[in-house]
């Protein structure tokens, strides 16, 4: 079967350094995305990784190492905003989307 | 601004009853997409369409059905005979068509059942 894990929960202070890990086994791959969900409210996209290797942007990184099928993704000075849900989803080789449970990322001060 | 809406926010209904959740985008793409999530729960994908008058069924379409008359509007229907109908429903479309991966989402709709 297809199964994509991640932490359900992590903790972290504000300006700190958070890695967020996720691990895949798919049937097949064509792409890793990071979404931030905040509480009720719809994902929204962060992060794509096709190849391996780290993807920055700004705060955030992503990186991706497709024998090791895992990802993780890497939130820098951190901010109060932050505190959101990380869902990590893989695009399979029938190119629908799989999707982690998400971590729960609680920043304190 | 180009965007995908739904309606309403927060739905309640009583056991047995049909209820349509609305789905709308006025950004001209031929592919929509509804899912489900459940607290603990990835995203799960009920129906799909890529194209007006066209759908298909995803990993949990039982209990649910879905119209495409018009390629702005895919409305879903959770029927009486959806068994745990209470969560919340998010109706998404691809940032670029064909491609599947990064999607807009709609804002969500929660439906719980009374």
């Given at each position: 079967g297809q199964n994509i894990d991640q932490p359900t929960e992590m903790t972290a202070t504000e300006g700190a350094i958070v890695q967020i890990n996720c691990t895949?086994?798919?049937?097949?791959?064509?792409?890793?995305f990071w979404y931030q969900q905040h509480a009720g409210e719809a994902p929204t996209f962060l992060s794509y990784n096709v190849l391996d290797g780290l993807e920055e942007k700004g705060r955030f990184s992503s990186f991706l190492s497709r024998s090791k099928g895992y990802s993780y993704l890497l939130l820098k000075e951190l901010q109060m905003k932050d505190s959101a849900s990380y869902l990590c989803a893989v695009k399979d080789s029938n190119y629908q989307l799989i999707w982690g449970a998400g971590t729960k990322l609680i920043i304190k001060p | 601004d180009g965007g995908i809406t739904q309606s309403p926010k927060y739905l309640f209904r009583k056991e047995g009853q049909n209820v349509t959740l609305s789905c709308e985008q006025n950004l001209n793409h031929d592919a929509?997409?509804?899912?489900?999530?459940d607290p603990g729960q990835g995203l799960r994908l009920i129906y799909y369409s890529q194209i007006v008058n066209d759908f298909q069924k995803g990993d949990i379409a039982e209990g649910y059905s879905v119209s495409r008359e018009k390629k702005e509007s895919f409305p879903l229907t959770v029927t009486s005979a959806q068994k745990n109908?209470?969560?919340?429903y998010?109706?998404?479309?691809?940032?670029?068509?064909?491609?599947?991966g990064e999607q807009f989402f709609g804002p969500g709709t929660r439906l719980t059942v009374l």
């Open positions: 895949y086994q798919t049937s097949g791959f064509n792409g890793l | 929509m997409y509804w899912y489900r999530q109908p209470t969560a919340f998010l109706c998404a479309t691809p940032k670029r068509e064909g491609e599947v």
